[in-house]
């Protein structure tokens, strides 16, 4: 590593499971990272006292901005007693959010008034995740391979929960918070990075290449650095390019027999994965999302499946855009992620298997907490932004359980098997 780092590097709030996950997997190969899932007593942290980056996992990007004002700043105040050297608010890479649900701009209002930032740098663009940002827009590869400008993607532009209508993140952002949002664009120089900041209280640094992705790196490490940052995982891209760090950990994995699968996305992405998984050894189980007296059917077919010759269970709340219930509100989205949760929870439990992938953004953050893990350190790559990560937990059961929290968009149609057999998609 060409640069010289403090012995605390980094702290990062993930505003969903899966966003906190994509973070620590670009961490973890260049130093000791690990993730917690609620936030830990001194006991428990102490055997990750000498790590250089902490993150907290959240659920921010399903709440209200009335949510946020209760939770973020008591969470970011201990990430800020931690002493690292900056603090990342990870959100996702397609900044997927709205006013009232995973409100972006009211998350930043709190962390920069917590850490006493004078502006707040903001990092969008993640080539490794094929995520660009050019001229303050958005723009996103989808499942068929194509990249769209954020408002004309297949899955964005229809999302659940936070539709994106706007590609330019200046006016996003507007709809969300009352700061001024200036842009470093890709043809502007690092001169012009003061001057953006002077007259912003938030500045947006496009990346569209690796050139642009270093850059970006240098000025959110080298130039008037802020304690505070906003951004996808593009954020520890940008530093790790800029510090010229090379991995010292080796991503090495082993196959599991049987592998369990709990999915809440309506992404087109996870839909082809669920096809494909069904089509070649998994068994596919339904858990009706307006139902909850079929929970106990849903698991018994799961461990039904799993005791014959199968390579895994798929349990799906939904296997398509047109199965959402749309009317479903927040509070009914987060039950139904924990009555899901809770079902995997017994999966596990009866079927002792210890590998499991939970795929959808707000299903891993609400049906993770079901599952007794306390951190996450991370084990391999898998696909771009869902890692393989060891669970560490105070439960026996636990400890040691391998898990993949993945987004809707992440992975390449046989994802589930990637997982099972211990490959890799992708270079890394």
């Known amino acids: 590593m060409r640069t010289k780092l403090p012995s605390r590097v980094l702290s990062w709030y993930g505003d969903d499971f899966t966003g906190s996950t994509d973070a620590l997997e670009a961490l973890a190969p260049h130093m000791p990272a690990v993730l917690f899932l609620e936030r830990p007593d001194d006991e428990f942290f102490a055997q990750f006292k000498e790590y250089a980056a902490f993150g907290l996992a959240g659920s921010s990007r399903s709440q209200t901005p009335a949510w946020m004002d209760q939770h973020l700043p008591d969470a970011f105040e201990w990430l800020k007693g931690l002493g690292a050297a900056t603090c990342h608010y990870k959100v996702c890479s397609t900044f997927d959010s709205s006013p009232t649900v995973g409100n972006i701009g009211r998350a930043t209002e709190i962390g920069k008034q917590v850490f006493g930032a004078k502006f707040v740098p903001m990092v969008v663009g993640a080539p490794?995740?094929?995520?660009?940002t050019m001229f303050g827009h958005l723009f996103a590869a989808a499942a068929d391979g194509l990249v769209y400008r954020i408002d004309r993607h297949p899955a964005m532009m229809r999302h659940p929960v936070t539709p994106m209508a706007e590609a330019d993140l200046r006016l996003h952002l507007k709809e969300q918070t009352n700061m001024r949002v200036g842009l470093l664009d890709v043809l502007q120089h690092d001169q012009q990075y003061a001057a953006a900041a002077s007259a912003s209280e938030v500045v947006l640094i496009d990346v569209l290449d690796e050139r642009s992705l270093e850059g970006a790196g240098r000025l959110l490490w080298q130039t008037d650095r802020q304690p505070f940052i906003v951004g996808s995982s593009g954020v520890e891209y940008a530093l790790l390019a800029h510090w010229g760090a090379?991995?010292?950990?080796?991503?090495?994995?082993?196959s599991v027999d049987k592998l369990v699968v709990l999915s809440g996305s309506c992404s087109q992405a996870t839909e082809r994965q669920i096809d494909h998984a069904g089509a070649n050894g998994f068994k596919l189980v339904e858990v009706n999302p307006a139902d909850a007296s079929c929970d106990q059917d849903s698991t018994a077919d799961a461990l039904a499946a799993l005791s014959s010759n199968t390579h895994g269970?798929?349990?799906?709340?939904?296997?398509?855009?047109?199965?959402?219930?749309?009317?479903?509100?927040?509070?009914?989205?987060?039950?139904?992620?924990?009555?899901?949760?809770?079902?995997?929870?017994?999966?596990?439990?009866h079927s002792g298997l210890r590998r499991t992938v939970i795929a959808g953004g707000d299903t891993a953050s609400h049906a993770g907490r079901q599952l007794s893990i306390d951190a996450l350190t991370f084990v391999a790559h898998m696909a771009p932004g869902a890692p393989l990560c060891k669970a560490w937990s105070r439960s026996p059961s636990r400890q040691g359980l391998e898990v993949v929290f993945k987004g809707g968009q992440c992975g390449r149609e046989d994802f589930f098997e990637t997982v099972r057999s211990g490959s890799t998609e992708g270079e890394y």
């Open 128 to 132: 490794s995740l094929r995520r660009f």
């Open 313 to 349: 269970v798929v349990l799906h709340t939904a296997r398509s855009a047109s199965d959402r219930v749309e009317a479903f509100n927040t509070e009914q989205r987060r039950d139904l992620g924990e009555r899901a949760g809770r079902i995997l929870n017994r999966v596990l439990d």
């Open 246 to 254: 090379q991995p010292t950990q080796a991503a090495a994995t082993l």
